[in-house]
């Protein structure tokens, strides 16, 4: 099993920047590919980005390409996403999930959701 413990989140006006972390707890943190995904009221939940486990490879949604960087320090056990410029549209809960290595079957690990809220 995995533990993920999301922070970071709040409440941040149009153009600002928010900073979550999600710190995980289990296994071998270094085996897991580490994305994060969001719930706005009233919508699927979406994929943001990833981090793969090796940390060599990243990947983010067009819509938050050039705005948001995830990094991982494996030392801390922790995923990071570094979100800049921040719209209302960006206004959701944020999941932390994992998965071990390359699994082809998904994400099997998921925190409990930080809400972010960014005023216009």
């Not at 990094?71 to 979100?83: G, H, P």
């Amino acid at each position: 099993q995995v533990q993920l413990v999301e922070s970071g989140g709040g409440l941040v006006q149009a153009g600002g920047s928010l900073r979550l972390s999600c710190a995980a707890s289990g296994r071998t943190f270094s085996y897991y590919t580490m994305g994060w995904f969001r719930q706005a009221p009233g919508k699927e939940r979406e994929f943001v980005a990833a981090i793969r486990w090796t940390g060599d490879s990243t990947y983010g949604a067009d819509s938050v390409k050039g705005r948001f960087t995830i990094s991982r320090d494996n030392a801390k056990n922790t995923v990071y996403l570094q979100m800049n410029s921040l719209k209302p549209e960006d206004t959701a809960v944020y999941y932390c999930a994992a998965k071990f290595l390359d699994d082809v079957k998904g994400y099997n690990y998921w925190g409990q959701g930080t809400q972010v809220t960014v005023s216009s």
